[in-house]
């Protein structure tokens, strides 16, 4: 029963997680855009990239729960 009861608690995160991708999208590419002028003013094409799909990707990362079960399956 415990099980079931957690699974289905992971399903509703989901779903608003999923509810909330835009924003995490958006935040992070702020982020992204922020670092990326940290120490310049005009930084090279994949020192913009390489931050904001950082950002992005740790925004979406915490909307989701990850525990051992998930990843085994």
């Given at each position: 029963m415990k099980g079931?009861?957690?699974?289905q608690i992971r399903a509703?995160?989901?779903v608003r997680a999923g509810?909330?991708?835009?924003?995490?999208?958006?935040?992070?590419?702020?982020?992204?855009w922020?670092?990326?002028?940290?120490h310049t003013d005009t930084p090279g094409e994949e020192a913009i990239?390489?931050?904001i799909i950082q950002g992005v990707l740790n925004q979406i990362c915490e909307s989701f729960g990850f525990?051992?079960?998930d990843r085994s399956a």
């Open positions: 079931v009861v957690l699974r509703v995160q989901r509810a909330e991708g835009p924003r995490r999208a958006e935040d992070g590419a702020a982020y992204g922020r670092r990326a002028h940290k990239v390489d931050p525990d051992d079960e």
